[in-house]
């Protein structure tokens, strides 16, 4: 692993309307959790890749995430139009670039770097183009449900908001954190299209997209527990403020 080329795309662009208040409007990575913005705790768990190949994508008051983490090269997502939008807004950043690439969140600051190495692991020694991180939670989460055919095998990511009664049913759940092939990823955004409840750019659809173009996709299944709880409620803020003080 340690020869391998590897950069970092990390979601840092969202509102966090939920999480205003008439005292704050940060944006939602900027939220802190025992004395340190989330955007922190990310950064320092992916302190083993280097600053310059770890990317921050900034929209909402980006210069407040800009001005705490200008350190680290970024990318500005100008409006809101779902993930696939936001990795878009990075392409620059992986154009000339040959390795693979983590794509994960800035609010999801419980994942472990053992959790992030296992992933690189898998991606790597099994030479997939894409490996997804999956898991199941007992916390309710609203995350996209992974298909598998009759072998086992990726066939997609349903975000649950599309998910049939059936899908829902289906325990294992997308992380929203991926192992992309930098040069299969870029072709797979060009692809993505809005057709879908929420009128956005999924991320979740590139791997479908990656797959249906002979490419290999891989899943890293893990019991992820609490690690998969992103921050996007004041309730969510203080889950978040437990786990990390309990570590």
Not at 23 to 28: E, N, V
Request: aromatic share 8%; charged share 30%.
């Amino acid at each position: 692993m340690a020869n391998e080329k590897l950069k970092a795309v990390v979601l840092a662009a969202g509102k966090g309307t939920r999480l205003h208040s008439k005292d704050s409007d940060a944006p939602k990575v900027m939220r802190t959790a025992c004395g340190k913005p989330l955007l922190w705790f990310v950064l320092e768990t992916l302190s083993f890749i280097e600053k310059k190949d770890t990317i921050i994508v900034v929209g909402y008051k980006k210069d407040d995430v800009i001005g705490a983490f200008g350190d680290y090269p970024h990318a500005v997502q100008e409006e809101q139009l779902g993930t696939g939008h936001a990795v878009m807004a990075a392409a620059g950043h992986l154009s000339e670039f040959g390795g693979s690439v983590l794509v994960c969140y800035g609010d999801m600051p419980a994942i472990t770097r053992e959790r992030y190495e296992g992933l690189f692991r898998e991606h790597f020694e099994q030479g997939n183009d894409c490996t997804i991180l999956t898991g199941e939670s007992e916390s309710g989460l609203p995350y996209g449900r992974v298909i598998r055919d009759e072998s086992g095998g990726f066939v997609e990511v349903v975000e649950e908001k599309d998910c049939t009664p059936g899908q829902l049913e289906i325990k294992e759940l997308n992380s929203g954190v991926y192992m992309f092939r930098a040069r299969p990823l870029l072709e797979a955004l060009k692809k993505l299209k809005r057709d879908n409840s929420q009128g956005e750019y999924y991320l979740t659809d590139a791997p479908a997209i990656m797959r249906a173009g002979g490419a290999k996709i891989g899943i890293y299944r893990c019991d992820m527990g609490d690690e998969m709880v992103g921050v996007n409620t004041k309730e969510q803020l203080e889950q978040m403020e437990t786990i990390l003080r309990n570590r």
